[in-house]
């Protein structure tokens, strides 16, 4: 597709995940800010032609170095995903986490550079978590500060039992605070609202259109079920109407493309060598932890006390979301090991010529919080035919 000559900042930018659909299809990507530099410089590493800000979006001299950049050009595009950390389904959900603030300096960069267009992607929790509504009054900031200190008492209960440390009389407490925090949800129906809503009204009251939509990455031709709320946001004196991309991918409508599986994606490297510069890098197991896998099933995990990590994926469906999962990551359906971080970059469809910088631990981090390169590409493709309607 041909250069449209718009002019995109990315924020929250990571590895290069989202960004990757449009420096691929010609878009000028020309700022991008992350937070942490091993993860910079792999974006940088990939993307040289970039201005790659490191440092804290939250601080205010980050902000005025992107504000610089813009300076004497039009910022057409914003694009990033605010750290999802607070809104996830496998997360504590805390409300009040300062990771699910990170959307105010988002709304920061909107204001001031005014883009055409806005796409902020985050996970499915986004879709049924609520947040406080803005402006509470005196009693409405207590009422919501009892209900959250409840809260946090039930979760370091139910993390106690979880590990069996807790007491008799902790167990006797916990039970009356699940009675507690039930009764105060309902009376907190008034002042809180659901942060996909509180995500809209925020854009339209400076100015969007904004539309939202879930996809499913499988969708996609990515060898991954991993869903993701995709926002896209149009400045209101703009012709443009908001449109998401068409599947191309189904399990079973005969008339797209099948799901994309596992083996698809990384059979070929099931017995080549470990390659530290492809990030192909074995993890080493004791002999007992070998045993455990080669007795689990495909479609099961090691332990079964933990759902997701040392997931042992079905070689012939796409693979479960990605996740950095602190080590434990996917099990291989044949090799009796983890996945290495190349396999896993492959399910999140990385091509190989991407290269991975920092540690290993930092490189698992990196791709789990990327959005698929496959799902990015359709969502620039969007993009550009948005425009061509103009």
């Known amino acids: 597709m041909n250069n449209i000559n718009k002019n995109v900042l990315e924020l929250f930018g990571g590895c290069g995940g989202l960004g990757y659909g449009f420096h691929k299809h010609s878009f000028n990507i020309e700022c991008c800010n992350e937070l942490e ?15 790659v800000i490191v440092g804290d979006i939250t601080m205010n001299d980050i902000k005025q170095k992107i504000y610089l950049h813009f300076k004497n050009k ?43 267009i806005c796409i902020m992607e985050n996970v499915k929790g986004t879709l049924n978590m609520l947040h406080d509504k803005d402006n509470l009054n005196k009693e409405e900031k207590k009422q919501a500060d009892k209900h959250y ?9 139910e993390d106690k039992n ?20 039930k009764q105060s949800e309902k009376n907190m129906s008034n002042i809180r609202i659901k942060v996909s809503e509180k995500i809209k ?78 990030s192909h890098i074995f993890t080493k197991h004791s002999h007992s932890f070998i045993e455990k896998i080669k007795n689990t099933e495909c479609g099961k995990p090691v ?64 791709l789990g919080n990327a959005v698929p390169c496959l799902l990015s590409e359709c969502i620039a493709k969007n993009i550009i035919n948005m425009y061509k309607y103009v």
């Open 37 to 51: 530099q091993q993860i910079a410089d792999t974006y940088k590493h990939n993307y040289p032609d970039t201005n």
């Open 74 to 116: 039009t910022c057409h595009i914003i694009i990033g995903g605010p750290p999802c950390v607070a809104y996830s389904l496998s997360g504590k959900r805390d409300p009040r986490d300062p990771r699910g603030q990170l959307f105010k300096d988002y709304i920061d960069m909107v204001i001031n550079l005014k883009p055409e």
């Open 149 to 157: 200190d409840l809260e946090k008492k039930k979760i370091i209960l």
């Open 162 to 181: 979880k590990h069996k440390t807790i007491t008799d009389n902790e167990k006797k407490e916990l039970v009356q605070l699940k009675k507690q925090v």
């Open 201 to 278: 009204k925020t854009f339209n009251d400076i100015g969007y259109n904004v539309e939202y939509k879930l996809l499913n990455s499988a969708n996609y031709g990515v060898p991954q079920l991993r869903e993701r709320v995709i926002f896209i946001a149009v400045r209101n004196d703009l012709k443009l109407n908001i449109t998401f991309p068409e599947e191309t991918h189904s399990k079973n409508d005969l008339d797209k493309k099948k799901w994309v599986s596992v083996k698809d994606a990384i059979d070929d490297l099931k017995l080549k060598e470990e390659d530290k510069s492809l």
């Open 303 to 366: 332990n079964p006390k933990y759902s997701e990590s040392n997931f042992k994926c079905n070689p012939n469906l796409p693979s479960n979301t990605v996740k950095e999962n602190h080590g434990a990551v996917f099990v291989h359906y044949e090799n009796n090991r983890s996945m290495t971080p190349r396999e896993l970059a492959r399910l999140q469809s990385f091509p190989d010529n991407f290269i991975f910088k920092g540690t290993k631990s930092s490189i698992l981090k990196q």
